[in-house]
């Protein structure tokens, strides 16, 4: 990210702020929410490359039916429960429209518009789009090349991940015909009349296990973001009395 603090050294007066009184707390907000959102990544990464280990009580209890009374593998599924790893991926989409919602904010208190954004709401079936037409028709004068330059930035990022990652959100708050298994998908294979797990796949989102989608996600908002707050951050300088 650019600088993210609220304050920034100043040769002759000590501290110059970096973003107006009503940003700094948004900008704080936003840095912690990147922060757990990061952490939350690294514990479904983790999670899912100790993934066979994870499910041993799913597969020895497999196992065990199979050898009472065996059944069609060719004719089934085996998914395995991880109620950490559920909780854990709810929380990433949760965590990534909540970054969203903050930075938006961001374009008010800076008075980019004359408007009050308090997130990233869809109008009707745009995602951001009140934002966007905020952007579009309440710009403060001085500010309307630098509110076109933010509608060009998220537009352009719209088309990459955000759209995709709150739609694939929505399907998980509200899912269709069970839609987006949260579970680990067990590869079974039989051998001398027992079972054996040749492998234990994270649940995918858009054909892309967890792990990798939420990393990439990551590595999109944080470029997004950072391109964001550049923009937002070059109308400054600011004098030190604000």
Same mark, same amino acid.
């Given at each position: 990210?650019?600088?993210?603090?609220?304050?920034?050294?100043?040769?002759?007066?000590?501290?110059?702020?970096?973003?107006?009184?009503?940003?700094?707390?948004?900008?704080?907000?936003?840095?912690?929410?990147?922060?757990?959102?990061?952490?939350?990544?690294?514990? /479904?990464? @983790?999670?899912?490359? *100790?993934?066979? =280990?994870?499910?041993?009580?799913?597969?020895? +209890? #497999?196992?065990?039916?199979?050898?009472?009374?065996?059944?069609?593998?060719?004719?089934?599924?085996?998914?395995?429960?991880?109620?950490?790893?559920?909780?854990?991926?709810?929380?990433?989409?949760?965590?990534?429209?909540?970054?969203?919602?903050?930075?938006?904010?961001?374009?008010?208190?800076?008075?980019?518009?004359?408007?009050? /954004?308090? @997130?990233?709401?869809? *109008?009707?079936? =745009?995602?951001?789009?009140?934002?966007?037409? +905020? #952007?579009?028709?309440?710009?403060?004068?001085?500010?309307?090349?630098?509110?076109?330059?933010?509608?060009?930035?998220?537009?352009?990022?719209?088309?990459?991940?955000?759209?995709?990652?709150?739609?694939?959100?929505?399907?998980?708050?509200?899912?269709?015909?069970?839609?987006?298994?949260?579970?680990?998908?067990?590869?079974?294979?039989?051998?001398?009349?027992?079972?054996?797990?040749?492998?234990?796949?994270?649940?995918?989102?858009?054909?892309?296990?967890?792990?990798?989608?939420?990393?990439?996600?990551?590595?999109?908002?944080?470029?997004?973001?950072?391109?964001?707050?550049?923009?937002?951050?070059?109308?400054?300088?600011?004098?030190?009395?604000?």
């Amino acid at each position: 990210w650019p600088p993210t603090t609220t304050y920034g050294d100043n040769s002759s007066q000590g501290t110059t702020p970096l973003w107006s009184s009503e940003s700094r707390g948004v900008i704080q907000s936003c840095w912690s929410e990147y922060s757990v959102l990061n952490y939350c990544i690294g514990q /479904i990464s @983790g999670m899912c490359t *100790d993934a066979e =280990q994870l499910c041993q009580k799913q597969i020895v +209890t #497999l196992q065990e039916q199979y050898k009472w009374q065996p059944f069609p593998l060719n004719q089934m599924l085996f998914f395995a429960q991880q109620p950490d790893l559920h909780i854990r991926i709810e929380a990433f989409f949760s965590g990534v429209k909540t970054l969203l919602d903050l930075l938006v904010q961001l374009i008010s208190t800076e008075k980019v518009v004359n408007v009050r /954004i308090d @997130g990233f709401h869809r *109008d009707k079936d =745009q995602y951001g789009g009140r934002v966007m037409n +905020t #952007l579009r028709g309440n710009a403060v004068k001085p500010k309307k090349e630098l509110a076109a330059s933010l509608q060009e930035l998220i537009q352009k990022h719209k088309i990459l991940w955000i759209d995709e990652v709150i739609h694939a959100r929505d399907l998980l708050v509200h899912p269709e015909k069970g839609m987006h298994q949260l579970m680990f998908n067990l590869e079974i294979l039989e051998r001398n009349g027992a079972l054996f797990c040749l492998k234990a796949n994270p649940p995918e989102i858009n054909s892309k296990p967890i792990n990798e989608y939420a990393q990439e996600t990551l590595r999109q908002i944080t470029g997004f973001s950072s391109s964001f707050l550049a923009l937002l951050h070059a109308v400054h300088p600011r004098s030190s009395d604000q």
